[in-house]
């Protein structure tokens, strides 16, 4: 039985030039529809829940839907769910989607986390990444959040846009610490195929900062935020002690979940299946209270072997080897040109990326892969 419940809403005011997730711009009338149509699938699948962890609300932008949607949302998962006593509560949300009015909401329908996505508190850097809120703004609803007492406050940020310096970067580190988050998460831009930045960057348009730039940006968040008290637990996570998020730690450790929404991905009992990602198709498979399911599949074992090491090395703490034993994974021996060379080190009984590893963490885990022949 799942612990962990995930919900897609798609929905965004404007699609971000870097994004490639599943996001449409807001519509009433179809967010309504959609909003229906997700209540009908927790309802089909309250079977496949035990007493719940967690439930994140993730997006798209959550905080797009008016009030009474979201106020449907949330009683339809206490009508069909149980909800632990301790559990977190997260809803993702971006500046200037959110009034005093729908932080109060929140608050009173059980939200006890909230993920900002700020990316940055440069006003050029927004632009460049076509966010449609201010350093302002982003300020003005952090702290909408925080007066409503919701103060377990996530703060997105991102390194290594166009146009970025160490200055600026330091600035958003700053600010962002200033305005006393529990937990920050820091991503290295990845310009994704088809998207309109990928495109301005190809043609020229726009350049990103150099690879040295980068990994002093990420050397800086790391030493920045330790500083400040901030617990560095995942490649891009920070949290002050307790506050680790329990939601994703429970994807990075490849537990099971349950999810629900267009796009949206469960894993459970071995299987990892997937919802449609049209909206439309969503709501009318719905309609007809059949589950929107496109693809279920079995994981391999080499597809577990390999989730094990690309999940697992993402933690500080690394993988532990008892487990990769029992994979049937000697990762000791096969990592041993990468711990030769300072990339990985082996602690106690968990192999981990080391500090020259951790800014090229994905190329590390590609070559160790690799030598592990998967």
Not at 169 to 183: E, R, T, Y
Not at 297 to 310: C, D, P
Request: aromatic share 8%.
């Amino acid at each position: 039985m799942a612990e962990y419940l995930y919900l897609h809403i798609p929905f965004c005011v404007r699609k971000c030039v870097y994004c490639d997730f599943l996001s449409l711009p807001y519509d009433k009338a179809l967010a309504s529809a959609y909003a229906t149509a997700l209540c009908r699938e927790l309802e089909m699948k309250k079977h496949m829940a035990g007493a719940l962890k967690t439930v994140f609300i993730g997006g798209g932008t959550p905080t797009t839907l008016p009030e009474a949607s979201l106020e449907q949302i949330f009683s339809c998962i206490r009508e069909h769910y149980t909800l632990r006593p301790d559990a977190e509560i997260s809803i993702e949300a971006n500046p200037g989607t959110v009034t005093r009015e729908k932080a109060a909401i929140l608050v009173a329908q059980g939200v006890n986390r909230i993920s900002l996505g700020v990316q940055s508190f440069n006003d050029n850097e927004l632009n460049t990444l076509g966010r449609v809120h201010s350093a302002e703004e982003a300020i003005s609803s952090a702290g909408t959040f925080l007066s409503s007492g919701l103060e377990n406050l996530s703060l997105d940020l991102m390194y290594g846009i166009p146009g970025q310096t160490m200055e600026t970067w330091k600035g958003s580190l700053s600010a962002a610490v200033g305005l006393a988050p529990k937990h920050i998460s820091a991503y290295e831009l990845t310009p994704e195929k088809g998207t309109p930045l990928k495109e301005s960057l190809d043609s020229g348009n726009l350049s990103l900062p150099d690879e040295e730039s980068v990994l002093a940006m990420s050397s800086l968040a790391i030493d920045a935020l330790g500083t400040s008290g901030f617990q560095h637990y995942e490649i891009s996570n920070y949290a002050l002690p307790g506050y680790q998020c329990v939601h994703n730690m429970n994807y990075w450790n490849r537990g099971e979940y349950l999810a629900a929404g267009a796009g949206a991905h469960s894993f459970l009992h071995g299987y990892r299946s997937t919802n449609t990602g049209s909206v439309p198709e969503y709501i009318s498979v719905l309609g007809n209270d059949v589950i929107p399911e496109v693809d279920s599949a079995h994981l391999s074992g080499e597809e577990a072997q390999r989730e094990f090491i690309m999940l697992g090395l993402r933690k500080i703490g690394g993988v532990h080897l008892k487990e990769a034993s029992d994979l049937k994974l000697d990762i000791a021996t096969a990592a041993r040109a990468l711990i030769e060379s300072g990339f990985l080190e082996i602690t106690g009984n968990f192999l981990r990326l080391t500090r020259k590893g951790l800014p090229i963490a994905n190329a590390v885990i590609v070559r160790l892969l690799q030598d592990l022949e998967l």
